[in-house]
């Protein structure tokens, strides 16, 4: 079963190309560009299984155990495309087995 990702709007278009077969959105491509985490998060329920961001901050703003798909967080030094193309490997797996409620840390320090 292909999961239904959602990329965060400060990630690169250009990450879906390395993601998979499955299905993959940019959040501006569905609509969700420009909205703050809550509302995002309540838009993300029920439409996508795995959303995928840099922003550190969403663990602590969030009650992520309530949502109905998990979250991948990356962890790099800046969101440009030559610093998230070596973790590819690495998203690809996260996206694959992270299950609704949590979250799961991909690093690239």
Known sequence: MSRRVILDECLPRKLKRVL???????????????????????????????????DKGLRHQQNLSSLSFGIVLIRVPSNAIQDLLPLATSLRSAIAGVSAGNLIEVSGY
Do not use: W
């Not at 809550?38 to 439409?47: P, Q, S, W, Y």
């Open 20 to 54: 998979g077969d499955g299905p993959v959105q940019t959040a501006h491509e569905a609509g969700l560009a420009g909205m703050k985490n809550g509302r995002l998060l309540a838009a993300i329920d029920g439409n996508f299984d795995v959303f995928v961001t840099v």
